[in-house]
């Protein structure tokens, strides 16, 4: 079993930038990969990014490409989200997730953490 938790999110002017962070604990010897997803009310649930566990490679939505970052730290099971000029439409629940294998998905989540964006 893997556990994710994450922290990092809040309220936040629009313009500004805020940093997630997401900790992975149990099994992680397996991990092919790990990602952040949103989801905003009465939206559902959009991927955001997510990073390649062993070469760091890594992938965006096209809504957040050139605002957002995403990093890892192989050695302590961590991965961040660096959110950088943030919109109003960015406000969401945003979740940190983890998968095992290339084919299986992102099958573990965390709890989630609240963004908000002020206009």
């Known amino acids: 079993q893997v556990q994710l938790v994450e922290s990092g999110g809040g309220l936040v002017q629009a313009g500004g930038s805020m940093r997630l962070s997401c900790a992975a604990s149990g099994r992680t010897f397996s991990t092919y990969a790990m990602g952040w997803f949103r989801q905003a009310p009465g939206k559902e649930r959009e991927f955001v990014a997510s990073v390649n566990w062993t070469d760091a490679s890594t992938y965006f939505a096209d809504s957040v490409k050139r605002r957002f970052a995403i990093s890892r730290d192989y050695a302590k099971n961590m991965v961040w989200l660096q959110a950088y000029n943030l919109k109003p439409e960015d406000t969401a629940v945003y979740y940190c997730?983890?998968?095992?294998?290339?084919?299986?998905?992102?099958?573990?989540w965390g709890q989630g953490t609240q963004v908000t964006v002020a206009s």
């Open positions: 997730a983890l998968a095992g294998t290339p084919s299986g998905g992102f099958d573990t």
